[in-house]
């Protein structure tokens, strides 16, 4: 009899730890908040993808996305906040080209393999704008200058290692050699070339579109192969001999190992908020292609092709 019992309460006991152990595997995705880390601080225009992404993405999981800024170290210092949480889909991040432009360099700290993307959401040009009243009439102008007067002109960028940097080097490797001014966070980049602070601003037109609009800042150049309908008089790199693009992209990763029917949810929902009017609306005014979007599989070699990109420009520009 007490043999049997015993019996009984193994059983029992096992039945219970299998249960525990396959408890995560049936909770119910998202049962918590999916907090959003944007390695960059609030007002640019990653924080307001995260923000516009939150709102419309809520309803539709039937959870919060609480937006959380972690600036610092050109996008690392919030990559290394998502890797050092859970795999579990309760956290992804803001991913950006000039973050992925770290893994070109020579010590990356973190490797494509450490994550997984979820989705790509804009791919944009960027430009180089000066004031509206800058004695700098054109990119012609600027050219002529820079060539004449190396490292006197002064551009405003986003940091070192960044794709503004990756393209402010490549273009001295042709002769355009110009002082570097990093601004980390973006409202202070983009009124720096407003207050005479620099001589121009690497930018998307989109996260400057209110000085655009209000005639304080205008392009000079845009850097892609070919001109923008928007900015049908601003010439494109390409057209100038200058084999440069990189363009802009903002994306969604989660740590690698999260599971698949999660990051298959979120890749889902995503390309949900990208079909919504106000997401759509949100691109045009951005100056992104309406195709933007691309899944997580698409995603994930996007990116890999755009570490190649940003490594054949480094070897270019030396």
């Given amino acids: ?7 009984v309460a193994l059983a029992g006991a096992l039945a219970a730890a299998f249960c525990a152990s396959i408890a995560p595997a049936q909770e119910k995705y998202p049962s918590r908040p999916v907090q959003i880390i944007v390695p960059w601080g609030p007002g640019g225009g990653a924080d307001q993808l995260a923000r516009l992404t939150a709102k419309l993405a809520e309803p539709m999981l039937g959870t919060s996305f609480p937006v959380v800024n972690t600036p610092g170290a050109t996008g690392a210092t919030g990559m290394e906040k998502l890797l050092t949480d859970q795999a579990d889909g309760y956290s992804m991040a803001i991913y950006i080209a000039d973050t992925n432009a770290l893994l070109a360099g020579p010590k990356p700290r973190w490797k494509l393999s450490d994550i997984q993307p979820v989705a790509v959401m804009m791919q944009v040009p960027s430009f180089l704008f000066v004031a509206q009243n800058s004695p700098i009439k054109d990119w012609a102008q600027f050219e002529k200058e820079a060539k004449a007067k190396p490292k006197t002109l002064k551009v405003a960028t986003l940091g070192y290692g960044s794709v503004d940097d990756m393209t402010m080097q490549y273009l001295a490797s042709k002769g355009i050699q110009i002082v570097e001014v990093p601004y980390a966070k973006p409202s202070e980049r983009y009124v720096s070339v407003i207050g005479g602070h620099v ?3 690497y930018e998307q037109a989109g996260d400057v579109r209110q000085f655009i609009n209000n005639k304080q800042i205008r392009p000079i150049i845009i ?3 070919e001109r923008l309908p928007a900015f049908k008089d601003v010439p494109c790199s390409y057209e100038l001999g200058y084999k440069i693009a ?3 992209f903002r994306s969604y990763v989660v740590k690698a190992g999260t599971p ?3 990051v298959k949810l979120l890749s889902d929902t995503l390309q949900k908020v990208s079909a919504n009017p106000e997401f759509q609306k949100f691109l045009e005014e951005n100056y992104s292609a309406k195709d933007s979007f691309l899944p997580a599989d698409k995603a994930e070699t996007y990116l890999a092709a755009q570490v190649d990109d940003m490594k054949e420009a480094m070897v270019k520009k030396q």
């Fill in 1 to 7: 009899m007490t043999s049997i019992k015993g019996a």
């Fill in 199 to 201: 001589d121009a601003l």
């Fill in 223 to 225: 850097f892609g192969k």
């Fill in 246 to 248: 990189l363009p802009q």
């Fill in 260 to 262: 698949k029917d999660r």
